[in-house]
């Protein structure tokens, strides 16, 4: 598994569970980290091997080059976009600990406002238990 908030921090150095600042999250950063863990999961895929990638891919040309890179690598790819409603996802991020995303209550609600453009990957009801969103997911690949 590729996770873009491991990886951010693995950029600047510090230990997944060290808080960045927010420069650290700037769009020029973000885009990097997301190259990043898109070429790794390419390489793995390439070499035979399942890949999970984990980010936020609020942009259309995140999730574009996502699945770009599995065509060239020539691996079936399936794209969930986990969804849940804002006090759902408030109250997920308010009860973290031990955890690498610095994601907090006011990301959150800022995430309200992400203009996505059309998303063409299966959208996942992730409101419920970690088992029914599994349930979820499994059912959109299937």
Not at 22 to 27: L, N
Not at 47 to 68: C, P
Not at 74 to 84: D, P, R, S, T
Request: glycine share 6%.
């Amino acid at each position: 598994m590729f996770r873009s908030d491991i990886e951010r921090k693995a950029l600047y150095g510090v230990g997944e569970h060290e808080r960045l600042s927010p420069p650290a999250y700037r769009a020029e950063v973000s885009e990097r980290v997301y190259r990043i863990i898109i070429d790794q999961a390419a390489r793995v895929a390439r070499a035979g091997h399942a890949a999970i990638v984990d980010g936020v891919f609020a942009r259309e040309e995140e999730r574009a080059a996502l699945e770009t890179a599995a065509a060239a690598a020539g691996v079936e790819f399936h794209g969930l976009f986990l969804v849940a409603d804002l006090a759902t996802r408030v109250q997920r991020v308010s009860a973290r600990t031990g955890d690498a995303s610095d994601a907090d209550a006011e990301v959150a609600r800022k995430q309200e406002e992400f203009v996505t453009g059309p998303v063409t990957w299966s959208r996942v009801d992730a409101a419920g238990s970690p088992a029914q969103t599994c349930a979820n997911a499994r059912a959109a690949i299937a």
